[in-house]
């Protein structure tokens, strides 16, 4: 009977593990996503793991580019002493509700290839993301024994708001002068965005997923310059192919007053040569006027005869 109950055990895990790889080459929205990250947290999840303590989740290969932490706290324990996960630091007095005894905690850091799917499903027109989006999620332990789904809770803060700093993962330099937004991005698909507290630290009351964006036409200095450096090119490239067409003129006009000339030397020649005629004085040939001048006439006086 028991080895009929654990090899049922091990088909239903392998069975999950197949629907959740299934699911994972078909994620076009930001909620499934969060499931399919829950259930591979919960599947890994071991029973020795100690309260407290921060436990990186292994992701399957088609999650690559995933970090996923994920920690157990006592509902009390986190509310007395608050708790630093990762980017997030949650300050004394922060609630978890419901919570009966025990919360686990799970910190995304999507990276930069899946944090575009917040970008697809969200409005930002006119803005860019240039950090990975960072998740913060808790639930409650589940049921193994009655294999219940693990239920969302929602974190609270309490006097002072939970912080989340990106400072290792933004793409922008702070000294470039631009000055990047915070973002919210809520499960109803709306997303806030507010100045941040500090320098690439953003400050939230609850639990949810977060960014840091900029209007996009502040951030093309790549794209311009590699533009720029185009235009110096082109405009050499126009330069050089100009002054070998006026060349290739100039050319062709220095040719063609040149056989001008000579068809007009040429044609003087041959002129000369007709006006002049050829004839022998002795053994010597010599060029002779043809005669022009009229002929003289016998003039006859009738009155002699």
Known sequence: ???????????????????????????????????????????????????????????????????????????????????????????????????????????????????SIYYDNYELSGYRIISPVLGLLAYNMGDSKNFSTPSELGIQAGKKPITIDFSNTTRLNITSGIIPLCAIFDQDGKVTLFNQAWPNICVATRHGHFGLVVESPLIPLKKKTLSNWKITIGSTIGAALGAFLLSLLLIAMFVNAKKKARMEELERRAYEEEALQVSMVGHVSTHTASSTRTLPRIEHDDQYT
């Open 1 to 115: 009977m028991g080895f009929l109950f654990s090899l049922t055990l091990v088909c239903l895990s392998l069975a999950s593990l197949s629907v959740l790889q299934t699911q994972t080459q078909e994620i076009k929205s930001a909620r499934l996503l969060d499931l399919v990250i829950r259930d591979y947290a919960f599947k890994s999840y071991k029973k020795y793991f100690r309260t407290g303590k921060l436990h990186q989740i292994k992701l399957p290969a088609n999650l690559s580019g995933i970090n996923v932490d994920t920690v157990r706290f006592r509902c009390g324990s986190l509310q007395r002493y608050g708790a630093k996960i990762k980017e997030f630091h949650l300050g004394i007095g922060v609630t978890v509700h419901p919570c009966i005894e025990r919360v686990v905690i799970i910190r995304q850091n999507l990276g930069f290839n899946w944090s």
